[in-house]
């Protein structure tokens, strides 16, 4: 069974004996005591969600002062 990467902000799941132990990657194994708000791992999952938490381009313009 996979288990959620020890990485609190990833969401990604790791097969028993991977390679990264309880992270599944490089990146949440180096990362697993930092804080983070989103997680880099570049894994799909991971990538969506971050892509979901940009805002949104409006478009719009600031006026300029001259």
């Not at 069974?1 to 490089?26: L, T």
């Not at 697993?32 to 989103?38: A, F």
Request: aromatic share 4%.
């Amino acid at each position: 069974m996979d288990d959620k990467c020890a990485h609190p902000a990833c969401d990604c799941h790791v097969a028993k004996g991977g390679p990264f132990g309880k992270y599944c990657s490089e990146h949440c194994k180096h990362a697993g005591g930092i804080s983070e708000l989103r997680c880099y791992c570049q894994h799909p999952a991971c990538r969506e969600a971050g892509k979901a938490a940009q805002p949104a381009a409006t478009g719009a313009s600031t006026p300029s002062r001259s």
